[in-house]
């Protein structure tokens, strides 16, 4: 199984996310009165920076002036105070309501949210709870996948083709290890196999454990049964090692046994709905024409 992980991320490159993630992005923020821009600027560059990432930030964060319109069309991003009109492909700023921003800027401008979530603070934890939660349901898919693989072509659409990889665990250790990059990237860490080496290792060897007892549950479980319980694991593992990895990036410390097993069981019983709804859509698309 090493040879096949080995080979697995081998097409793993994370100078592609390290390249993605420092990006240089310009954010222009216009807003009606000093007061209303002093509200958006102190959203996005929090108290609590350090003076080194405040001078960053302020690199990055520029004022749009709302009366002359200098500045706009110039930047990656512009926001602009709610009660403003707004030129095209610009964003809302809702100052009762500034994370709704934060979540339409990550669904409509996928190609800026790693290098903002890197540089700009409110949108790090958004953009990586829905990285934790897109890679916890490609493993769950891809954990259903492998046991119905007449259904691959005309159903899966991963970041990888499914035939690349000998079994499951090493495609779900490699995701894993994708989103390990990804997560320290937007946390503004460093990222790399040799930077990460104690991460990477993690995962690696927690892939025997979670294997083990997802070919335990199929093989105890008659007729298919289980295979909603696999998945539930993929999802569950991986869901429980991104909001490790997130807190560790974040504070410093992991979370405690007590902790773990307290999400895993939540993040389980979450990615068995998750994967009921992926078989279903499985067996929908694998049906004959007629019958549908």
């Given at each position: 199984m090493?040879?096949?992980?080995?080979?697995?991320?081998?097409?793993?490159?994370?100078?592609?996310?390290?390249?993605?993630?420092?990006?240089?992005?310009?954010?222009?923020?216009?807003?009606?009165?000093?007061?209303?821009?002093?509200?958006?600027?102190?959203?996005?560059?929090?108290?609590?920076?350090?003076?080194?990432?405040?001078a960053?930030?302020?690199?990055?964060?520029?004022?749009?002036?709302?009366?002359?319109?200098?500045?706009?069309?110039?930047?990656?991003?512009?926001?602009?105070?709610?009660?403003?009109?707004?030129?095209?492909?610009?964003?809302?700023?809702?100052?009762?309501?500034?994370?709704?921003?934060?979540?339409?800027?990550?669904?409509?401008?996928?190609?800026?949210?790693?290098?903002?979530?890197?540089?700009?603070h409110?949108?790090?934890?958004?953009?990586?709870?829905?990285?934790?939660?897109?890679?916890?349901?490609?493993n769950?898919?891809?954990?259903?996948?492998?046991?119905?693989?007449?259904?691959?072509?005309?159903?899966?659409?991963?970041p990888?083709?499914?035939?690349?990889?000998?079994?499951?665990?090493?495609?779900?250790?490699?995701?894993?290890?994708?989103?390990?990059?990804?997560?320290?990237?937007?946390?503004?860490?460093?990222?790399?196999?040799?930077?990460?080496?104690?991460?990477?290792?993690?995962?690696?060897?927690?892939?025997?454990?979670?294997?083990?007892l997802?070919?335990?549950?199929?093989?105890?479980?008659?007729?298919?049964?289980?295979?909603?319980?696999?998945?539930?694991?993929?999802?569950?593992?991986?869901?429980v090692?991104?909001?490790?990895?997130?807190?560790?990036?974040?504070?410093?410390?992991?979370?405690?046994?007590?902790?773990?097993?307290?999400?895993?069981?939540?993040?389980?019983?979450?990615?068995?709905?998750?994967?009921?709804?992926?078989?279903?859509?499985?067996?929908?698309?694998?049906?004959?024409a007629?019958?549908?």
């Amino acid at each position: 199984m090493f040879d096949e992980i080995r080979k697995s991320i081998s097409n793993l490159n994370p100078a592609e996310v390290r390249d993605q993630a420092e990006r240089p992005v310009r954010i222009g923020l216009a807003a009606q009165t000093p007061q209303a821009y002093s509200h958006m600027a102190e959203y996005f560059m929090p108290a609590g920076l350090s003076p080194a990432k405040r001078a960053e930030v302020q690199q990055v964060i520029q004022r749009i002036d709302p009366a002359s319109g200098r500045g706009s069309g110039s930047y990656d991003l512009e926001i602009y105070d709610e009660m403003l009109p707004r030129p095209h492909g610009s964003f809302p700023f809702y100052a009762n309501h500034p994370a709704y921003t934060v979540g339409e800027v990550l669904k409509q401008r996928p190609e800026l949210a790693l290098s903002l979530a890197r540089h700009v603070h409110p949108f790090r934890r958004p953009y990586i709870g829905q990285t934790i939660t897109k890679v916890a349901r490609e493993n769950a898919l891809f954990s259903l996948a492998t046991a119905l693989p007449d259904i691959i072509p005309s159903f899966i659409s991963l970041p990888w083709a499914v035939g690349e990889f000998a079994t499951d665990t090493a495609f779900l250790t490699m995701n894993q290890i994708r989103m390990a990059f990804l997560i320290a990237a937007a946390s503004d860490r460093p990222v790399g196999y040799a930077e990460q080496k104690t991460e990477v290792a993690s995962l690696i060897a927690g892939a025997f454990g979670w294997r083990a007892l997802a070919r335990e549950l199929v093989g105890k479980i008659p007729f298919g049964g289980g295979l909603i319980p696999k998945a539930g694991i993929a999802y569950a593992g991986t869901y429980v090692v991104g909001l490790s990895l997130e807190r560790v990036h974040r504070i410093g410390y992991g979370y405690t046994r007590r902790e773990r097993s307290a999400i895993y069981d939540d993040a389980f019983a979450r990615g068995k709905q998750v994967a009921s709804g992926l078989l279903q859509g499985m067996k929908r698309m694998k049906a004959p024409a007629k019958l549908r």
